[in-house]
């Protein structure tokens, strides 16, 4: 198949908080770690509106939690609310294509190639949804926070004891698993797994792995952060979604440990600097973007790695991963606003407004039109004027 393999694509804490411990679920944060009082979010100025943008749809998708990250593919978007209501939507008008009742809760957002929307369960099933019906259902090895990868006939899945297991898409039969060396605490938070030509790239503990996607067998890798400390909580080091990739440049953050950028032709890492955000990264041909854990967004010379700019203009409002489209960059936050800036240095161009709650995961870029899901449930979508 070589290159045409994929060209029929198109933590220990969450915001919640849980931890994993040789496999298995301990209780949330306060097992994990204190949590102290957080400081006062930045106030923010009237809203700038640099840029005219117009809301095209809003639908309800119902309560949502925040790893029910939507997908995009192929002009349609795979939305989940937490009782398990799937749905694909026309992404230019929010018509609903479909709708599933699956009966069980999700465990992690959907994937989709357009076609075929995978959905992974709290009860450690794979289910596979085509044209508003039920085609297949799997039993899982382990638990999953991470949305499945729909891409060339299979479905993929990263489970949270780090096995990687692909299925066929039309029948769910399995094709071949591969397990990486187990470790003591894994994040309940979506990992990285996505498609690079002919391989299927994995995030597996703090490093970027290159597998054969026919067969599961590794062809490279790529140490983003290396585990130091002395305890299993100081050495975690995952691979945090989203992930940047521009031509043979995919670049990734490690939770609250660096950020870095690897050349997946090569399987080489390019570079890495010290970061400490707990959510994905997002970039272009030039430069690369993150929040960190504070609110502050930093921007990076994609090729070296290098700071660019930081702004502490939205420092404690709970900000997502970043997603860069062309001149501007865009980040919710907890309070359901979707701050609109220009990637120069982060001043703001427009502020949009939701329903109040927070913004699951990054915004997300659909043909010509922005997107959000919100944990109350609302999708909204703006197109620039």
């Known amino acids: 198949m070589g290159n045409e393999f994929f060209k029929t694509a198109s933590g220990f804490i969450r915001r919640a908080g849980v931890c994993l ?28 509106a640099l840029l005219a943008t117009e809301q095209v749809w809003t639908l309800q ?14 002009g349609s978007v795979a939305l989940l609310n937490r009782s398990g209501t799937a749905s694909l939507v026309d992404a230019g008008t929010g018509r609903r294509l479909w709708q599933v009742e699956t009966g069980v809760a999700p465990a992690t957002g959907p994937g989709t190639d357009g076609r ?5 369960t709290q009860m450690n099933e794979l289910i596979a949804l085509r044209e508003g019906a039920q085609v297949w259902r799997v039993r899982l090895p382990a638990r999953s926070f991470t949305p ?19 299925f066929d898409a039309t029948s769910g039969g399995r094709i071949w698993g591969q397990r990486a060396r187990a470790e003591a605490l894994v994040l309940g938070q979506a990992g990285v797994l996505l498609p690079f030509g002919d391989t299927l790239v994995v995030g597996l503990s703090g490093r970027l792995v290159g597998l054969d996607p026919l067969a599961g067998t590794s062809r490279w890798d790529a140490p983003v ?12 080091v995952d691979l945090v979604a989203p992930v940047s990739r521009v031509g043979d440049s995919i670049c990734a953050r490690a939770y ?17 600097r010290p970061a400490q955000g707990v959510t994905g990264v997002s970039g272009d041909a030039q430069r690369l973007f993150g929040t960190e854990s504070n609110g502050r967004i930093l921007a990076w010379d994609r090729s070296s790695g290098n700071p660019v700019w930081q702004s502490d203009r939205l420092l404690y409002r709970g900000l997502s991963a970043p997603l860069s489209i062309g001149r501007v960059l865009v980040v919710g936050d907890n309070s359901g606003l979707v701050h609109v800036m220009s990637r120069e240095d982060g001043s703001e161009m427009t502020r949009l407004s939701t329903d109040g709650s927070a913004v699951i995961g990054a915004p997300i870029l659909a043909g010509d039109v922005l997107l959000v899901q919100t944990l109350r449930g609302g999708v909204y979508a703006w197109r620039p004027r």
Do not use: Y
């Not at 496999?23 to 100025?45: Q, Y």
């Not at 479905?155 to 004891?161: E, I, K, M, Q, W």
């Not at 952060?225 to 975690?236: C, F, P, Q, W």
């Open 21 to 48: 411990t040789a496999g298995v679920m301990v209780a949330g944060l306060a097992a994990c770690s204190s949590t102290p009082d957080r400081p006062k979010p930045a106030e923010l100025p009237p809203v700038a």
């Open 61 to 74: 998708m119902g309560e949502s939690s925040p790893l029910l990250q939507p997908a995009v593919a192929q």
């Open 116 to 120: 075929t929307v995978a959905v992974i």
């Open 148 to 166: 499945p990868l729909v891409a060339g006939d299979r479905v993929f899945v990263l489970a949270g004891d780090r096995s990687v297991v692909a």
């Open 225 to 236: 952060a290396v585990a130091r400390g002395a305890n299993e909580v100081e050495r975690l």
């Open 256 to 272: 609250s440990a660096a950020v870095g950028c690897v050349d997946a032709s090569r399987g080489r890492v390019l570079w890495t």
